[in-house]
DNA sequence: TATCATGGTGAAAGCGATTTCAACGACAGG
DNA sequence: CCTGTCGTTGAAATCGCTTTCACCATGATA
């Protein structure tokens, strides 16, 4: 392995001189000829442990994602990866599985180690991940919810709900249900099911308690809540859901129940699944620029770290959202 | 922050001590009590930069996926990350959005830099990606395809294209048409469309050259292949396509042509998406199991790593399949 | 002429671990 | 009593880079 002593013998400088060619310092232009020439020749690359060591940057964003093999989530993650590599930065990904408590774990293990900032895709937060967030010695940017005190980036949730649930109550005759996620999932849970009872009871035609279930993000758990809401109260005629992909699922149940072809206009969702958009045509659904939200969220972190003029720093991104097929 | 020496100074030893109670080394009991308590005082926690510098280990992975938000990758990648989570690695992800040459580069990147081994999720494989596999200075799996003296964890797509096609040709009365990918993807491009074409004129039924279309992996490019399809020939009555995302687009292609629900069992994919499995019943495709790829991988890899005893190391690993709704 | 910036330069001091090495006490065998 | 072995130990070297610091020309300024 070529150091950059090596280099420095060749070129006949110090390594100091190599350093700082490398680094932007004060070269004379004859001396930088002959150490570019150096390595060239030798095909030196610096080793990036050593540098680390020295300066305490690894250029290491840690990105920790609740699940990676969901659409919104590898959204964001490519998001995330195409303004990391554009401005030399690397990716270290934790995927919790969905697990708090895994979340926690690599908020600690990023912190005492080697990223230079940390991008959380937020689900759940409780007072142990404030504490975290706020204890945290890197900087760190929240995408998914919107925390008091945290860098966020977000979608409002609340007020998308409210405006579907105002345009569905128009448009539907007869029994509304409602599938949500857990309310610990501030985002996805709380504001959802909450904007979207308001949006309904605004427009005059409230949801009833008994016709809300809980599902786990998964298609399995939509199909599931929605056979047994379907049993339950036969004569429910639609049902919203808090993500296209329980929406699917209930789709496919009500397509069980009733028939093919019957769900289509009878389920909603958030999301907006690009199959789910190609197979049905398009339920009533919420866009939100998933894409956007890591790129956002990595520009405002790397702005921080790189310390980058006119721009002011950390702070709280609310993204626009957009309605679809109502 | 507290470093070794501040550990070793509160537990009165020598950080070599600390090192060894830390790394398994010969150390009394009592000054290992000792030290585990410093430890546990002062929250020490060992830089993982030093470490690495001195090691040479960094107990980074770096994978490199061509497009991250996309089912299989991402699932694959999931798989990934379990592996390597409990096998004490971390996860730097490098995603190349489709682009051959930023593959080569992140390889590069990889080598002489901070990871101890690396996971390709191989799509095309170039002489020059052959040449910087083979120069690797890492150990390397690839995942997806089978490349001659490279570990490769991979389905066998020919085969499992030759069965769906044998299967389909008895079932589908008419004309087939093929929407496959690019030939420099071995494996989803060359393998499937052989496969499937001999597996077709073995049933007797062969498929015309004329009816053969190229996608690009997207859902758009498959239904704007089978809208030209269906266009150019509009006696097809079945299309059969690389992925199941393209197949989305062309079902949904059918479905404007000639009505909805027409397209669902006029379409065959290759992925065994979970939407599409729950929107249309199921239309004929093949299970891969791309969680466990990335699993099988990723175990092989930081098996020859940590040299963990009876495994036989890189070795190259052909995963089964499964025909679905035929 | 004396003084001062100013652009360049290399020696050397770290960064925080791991690992070699020589040495030490204790104890067994000859 | 001498020697060898064994389990332990800390001093010190090392990993490869960055950065401070003192210092040197050189040309401008007073």
């Known amino acids: ?73 590898s959204r964001i993650t490519a998001g ?3 303004v990391l590599g554009r401005r030399g930065y690397q990716m270290l990904l934790a995927n919790t599985d969905n697990a708090a408590d895994r979340e926690l ?18 689900t759940m937060i409780t007072d142990e991940h404030r504490r975290a967030i706020e204890s945290c010695r890197v900087p760190i940017v929240l995408i998914g919810q919107n925390v008091e005190g945290a860098a966020c980036v977000y979608h409002d949730d609340y007020e998308a709900a409210f405006e579907l649930g105002h345009a569905l109550a128009g448009r539907v005759d007869g ?4 599938i949500g996620v857990t309310e610990e999932d501030r985002a996805a849970g709380y504001d959802r099911r ?16 008994a016709l809300i279930r809980l599902g786990s993000f998964t298609l399995d758990s939509g199909y599931g809540a929605a056979r047994e809401l ?13 993500t296209d992909t329980m929406a699917a699922g209930a789709l496919r149940a009500i397509d069980e129940v009733r028939g093919v072809g019957e769900g289509i206009h ?61």
């Open 105 to 122: 774990e690599y908020l600690d293990l990023f912190q005492n180690h080697p990223v230079d900032g940390i991008v959380l895709v937020a």
């Open 80 to 82: 995330i990866g195409q």
């Open 175 to 178: 029994k509304i249900a409602y």
């Open 266 to 326: 009878r389920v909603s969702g958030f999301g907006d699944n690009a199959f789910l958009r190609a197979l049905t045509g398009g339920i009533p659904t919420v866009h939100y620029g998933y894409l956007t939200s890591g790129v956002e969220a990595t520009n405002m972190l790397i702005n921080t770290l790189d310390g980058v003029e006119g721009e002011s720093g950390l702070k709280t991104l609310k993204l626009g959202h957009q309605l679809m097929n109502v």
């Open 1 to 73: 392995m070529v150091k950059m002593k090596d280099v420095a013998e060749l070129a006949g400088v110090s390594s100091a001189a190599v350093s700082r060619y490398l680094n932007g310092g004060y070269i004379s232009t004859d001396k930088a000829e002959r150490i570019k020439q150096a390595i060239e020749l030798t095909g030196y690359v610096r080793s990036s442990q050593a540098r680390a060591l020295r300066t305490g940057s690894t250029k290491l964003i840690g990105v920790i994602v609740p699940k990676i093999n969901s659409e919104s989530v």
């Open 194 to 209: 909450r904007g979207f009872e308001a949006g309904l009871r605004a427009a005059g035609n409230p949801l009833d308690a």
């Open 230 to 242: 379907l049993s339950v109260a036969p004569d429910v005629s639609f049902i919203a859901c808090a």
